[in-house]
């Protein structure tokens, strides 16, 4: 049976070469408290390193055990953090070929790929590895093997196949259901953002939460396939913050607060903890609610509360219902090759806010003059 949803190759698609070797890295935490990037594959800039180090959470004083991933300028760095278990106390702690000063690790994967599932997948036996034989040859072999010949065994570690792992499914992993539940009748204020192509910041102090809701949002623009937008997880350092101003449209999450009150590097901020979306005064004009909008968010929660419905048959819904609209702009549009105006617009006699918002989605899909 053909799937419900279809991923076609657009040209904002993110698919990427799956194949391909970027980058692989170790980093370690001494007892001293630094942190070092004690080997990679093949040698990556100085920015790139900083911010692979400064999302490793190395640096917190208790170190979570996380796989974590995120997206820095054309890069997708996935990262899994572990402890020294040589350190441990606890009767039965698995062996550890660390050096005794050597308090945690992190392996990095910089990729051009979104599959986060494959990569917490292979750095957990990559991190598994390092820590039994604290050879980086050893990693450089596992990179090399899932490369060429689409898989590595390390033994009684375990074994990582690349076929078990469909790209394609990394885009559904979050149910659109669950934010729309989530977020109630809000979630249309999010649909906005993405379909005018707006800068979407998103908080939550629980990092997997984080993740999780974050990787949902290009589900409701689902026709232009486009993840490249994501920054998952982003701290508020020089260089993250340049990153973000570079792309112009991102919807990036963060587990800082403090991001509450930059709405400069924001148009609508989405509170995971308390389930709010805060329009950013400066965005104000382009996210006043018209009947079009109220029917939207109450076919979405009338979806996400139907049992029946399935959250791929919700994508496709809220798929067709955004093609009708794109549909209907383009009738607006008339004979004029050029693009649509805000004159042409007003000239239908359409309510101010509703010009604004409609002149907004006409430009992100390329229809505006």
Not at 249 to 256: E, M, P, R, S, V
Not at 278 to 300: I, Q, S
Request: charged share 25%.
């Amino acid at each position: 049976t053909s799937p419900l949803v279809s991923f076609p190759r657009t040209r904002e698609s993110m698919t990427g070469q799956e194949g391909s070797v970027d980058a692989v890295l170790i980093l370690e935490k001494d007892t001293n408290g630094d942190v070092l990037t004690t080997w990679t594959y093949p040698g990556v800039d100085g920015d790139l390193e900083k911010v692979l180090t400064q999302r490793s959470n190395l640096a917190l004083e208790t170190i979570p055990v996380q796989f974590t991933y995120s997206k820095y300028k054309s890069h997708w760095l996935y990262t899994f953090t572990a402890v020294n278990p040589g350190l441990s106390a606890e009767e039965g702690a698995r062996p550890s070929a660390l050096n005794k000063r050597v308090v945690a690790i992190s392996i990095c994967l910089v990729k051009n790929v979104f599959n986060p599932e494959k990569y917490a997948a292979l750095l957990k036996l990559q991190a598994d590895v390092y820590i039994a034989s604290a050879d980086p040859i050893r990693i450089l072999k596992s990179t090399l093997s899932v490369f060429t010949r689409g898989g590595y065994d390390a033994g009684e570690l375990g074994k990582f196949v690349d076929g078990d792992y469909d790209p394609r499914r990394a885009f559904l992993v979050t149910p659109l259901k669950d934010l729309i539940k989530m977020m109630g009748e809000e979630v249309v204020l999010i649909w906005m953002a993405m379909i005018m192509k707006k800068r979407v910041v998103l908080f939550t102090d629980r990092l997997g939460l984080l993740l999780k809701v974050v990787r949902a949002l290009p589900l409701l623009v689902w026709h232009r396939q486009n993840w490249n937008v994501l920054r998952p997880y982003t701290t508020l350092s020089d260089l993250e913050e340049a990153d973000l101003k570079s792309a112009g449209i991102y919807c990036a999450g963060f587990t800082d607060p403090t991001v509450r009150s930059r709405d400069d590097l924001y148009d609508i901020f989405v509170d995971i903890n308390a389930r709010s979306v805060t329009v950013a005064d400066h965005a104000k004009d382009n996210f006043t609610l018209a009947p079009f909008h109220n029917d939207l968010a109450t076919f979405l929660q009338t979806s996400a509360e139907d049992a029946e419905m399935g959250d791929q048959a919700i994508i496709k819904a809220l798929a067709l219902k955004t093609k009708d609209f794109i549909g209907k702009l383009e009738t607006l549009r008339g004979d004029d090759e050029a693009g649509l105006t805000i004159e042409t617009l007003q000239q239908r006699r359409l309510p101010a806010n509703m010009i604004r918002f409609l002149y907004a989605v006409a430009s992100a899909e390329g229809m505006a003059k």
